[in-house]
């Protein structure tokens, strides 16, 4: 590894350029956190040893395995559960401050409900959180990665409102044993995936009438917690509590009134649907989400809207929920108006949006994700101009490869959506930190091993999921070194142009 380490520094010496084009050098504070994210599912295994019950993707993966590619499934995965001490080595190798991970709630309370709480779970967690703070690496805890009790999913899942009560008491077992180790708790990771996309209820895919009750329960489950939070532990233990929300940019295709609309329409579905109930002046879900939903609901013949209403108290609960905004960012969409029929009544045809990518981007091994380093620039001013400056940590970012350990590409990527970072911080977002996905290959969900995210490279035909790091983790470790982004392995072509940026509302400080 040295020596690919010192060839990668002769590399990067001759490759070198800034990051921009005004040639300025941009840095990272110090105190500015850099990290990688995992989670439970994707990685852990011993999907039923040590009391663990079944949760929604391994009832799923194993009744359904010709759905996921390679047939491969989360119950071996990267093995951390048996593995987890060469996590925290390599996460050692790599220098980074922190590691988000998940813990999967059948491993805590296997009913899925606190009659029964499993001690053996708890000790895994308390072992890998020991483990990590043993080498100053700050815990960032993920209470909910998409992993659902299958007990609780056939009461309803996130769609039967006792489900606030049930996610409360289960953040309530992990706060009372680890809010003296863990300072940056996570609610749930990207409830638009779980309502909409079908990773909340894999079998179910794509859901009819639930999404957006299920909208409404996952948000106020958030809430619940994080003023559990506020209230019992956190005077006490001064941690904080996020939730981390899919925050892809999307622009218009062109220049057009209709595509402005559609992108702004977008947005609003995609984005302020759960950004508007936290952080908002107002709090409730955006007014044109509500119109929209509401009148198609009316033509359909229905009572109601089918997004249900928030009350006053529940918008008041909602109201400033958090103490930083997890943003997961991959890519940027460009939108036009649908140009298909979509079944009704359905989100689609609600949102009525066709959503593409630039011709000439370049592609990753997922057909959702291509490069567009501007986007996390102006998703972040966006979400500045909208919600008045929210503390931001990038909670994911990440690309993706085929397996191969000389990921030039992904450090290519790497280094312009940092640079571009910066760019958002010099223009006044208040970011926190910055999250890689993913420390290791895992199982992508459906696409199982063909989509990798690792900055190492993990072999699952081998008994011990052998884990070797790719050029992208030596790079990153260079860059957590120098807090120079431009400083590593950085094509010219990548640089980002500092003339394209947003005119900037305030500027918060010099860097
Ligand atoms: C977001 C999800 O949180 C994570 O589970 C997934 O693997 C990555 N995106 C990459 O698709």
Redesign the pocket.
């Given at each position: 590894m040295n020596l690919v380490f010192i060839i990668l520094c002769v590399l990067s010496t001759s490759h070198v350029t800034y990051g921009y084009t005004d040639n300025k050098v941009r840095r990272f504070k110090d105190g500015f956190m850099f990290g990688v994210a995992t989670?439970a599912y994707?990685i852990e295994g011993a999907w039923n040893e040590d009391g663990k019950s079944e949760s929604v993707w391994d009832r799923y993966t194993h009744a359904h395995p010709e759905d996921i590619a390679d047939r491969i499934n989360g119950d071996v995965a990267c093995d951390s559960y048996h593995r987890y001490k060469r996590d925290v080595q390599m996460l050692r190798e790599l220098g980074v401050d922190h590691y988000r991970f998940s813990v999967a709630w059948t491993r805590i309370l296997p009913t899925g409900f606190k009659d029964e709480i499993n001690e053996e779970g708890l000790r895994y967690y308390e072992n890998l959180i020991d483990e990590l703070l043993k080498y100053n690496i700050q815990p960032m805890v993920t209470l909910y990665?998409?992993d659902m009790p299958q007990s609780l999913q056939d009461l309803g899942g996130w769609t039967n409102p006792l489900i606030v009560n049930w996610f409360e008491d289960y953040a309530r077992v992990l706060f009372d044993r680890f809010a003296s180790k863990v300072k940056y708790w996570i609610t749930i990771?990207?409830p638009s995936?779980v309502c909409v996309d079908g990773f909340g209820d894999p079998a179910l895919n794509v859901k009819e009438n639930g999404d957006y009750t299920c909208v409404k329960y996952i948000l106020l489950a958030h809430a619940k917690v994080y003023r559990l939070y506020e209230n019992q532990f956190k005077s006490k233990h001064k941690g904080s509590v996020g939730i981390?929300l899919?925050i892809n940019w999307i622009d218009p295709y062109n220049k057009t009134t209709e595509n402005d609309e559609a992108a702004e329409r977008a947005r609003s579905f995609k984005i302020g649907l759960y950004m508007n109930p936290i952080w908002s002046k107002h709090g409730d879900f955006p007014d044109k989400v509500k119109s929209i939903i509401a009148k198609k609901s009316e033509k359909q013949g229905l009572e109601q809207s089918r997004l249900p209403s928030l009350s006053a108290d529940e918008i008041k609960l909602l109201k400033g929920s958090a103490d930083f905004l997890g943003m997961?960012h991959?890519t940027t969409f460009l939108a036009t108006p649908a140009r298909d029929e979509h079944k009704s009544p359905s989100f689609a045809d609600d949102l009525g949006v066709h959503l593409t990518h630039g011709a000439e981007w370049i592609a990753s091994k997922?057909p959702w994700?291509k490069n567009a380093p501007y986007g996390i620039y102006k998703a972040c001013v966006n979400i500045n101009q909208e919600y008045d400056y929210p503390p931001v940590f990038i909670t994911?970012h990440?690309w993706?490869t085929g397996p191969g350990r000389r990921d030039t590409r992904r450090v290519a990527v790497l280094t312009a959506y940092l640079a571009a970072l910066l760019l958002a911080v010099e223009d006044g977002t208040e970011l926190k930190g910055y999250t890689a996905?993913?420390l290791m290959d895992?199982v992508?969900?459906r696409a199982g091993t063909s989509?990798r995210?690792g900055l190492y490279e993990v072999d699952f035909d081998s008994a011990n999921r052998t884990r070797l790091v790719r050029t992208s983790g030596l790079v990153y470790k260079h860059i957590i070194e120098s807090r120079d982004p431009g400083d590593g392995w950085m094509p010219s072509s990548y640089r980002i142009n500092v003339s394209d940026r947003l005119q900037k509302r305030e500027v918060r400080e010099e860097l």
């Open positions: 989670s994707q990665h998409f990771n990207q995936s981390s899919d997961n991959y997922s994700l994911e990440g993706s996905w993913s895992n992508e969900w989509e995210f």
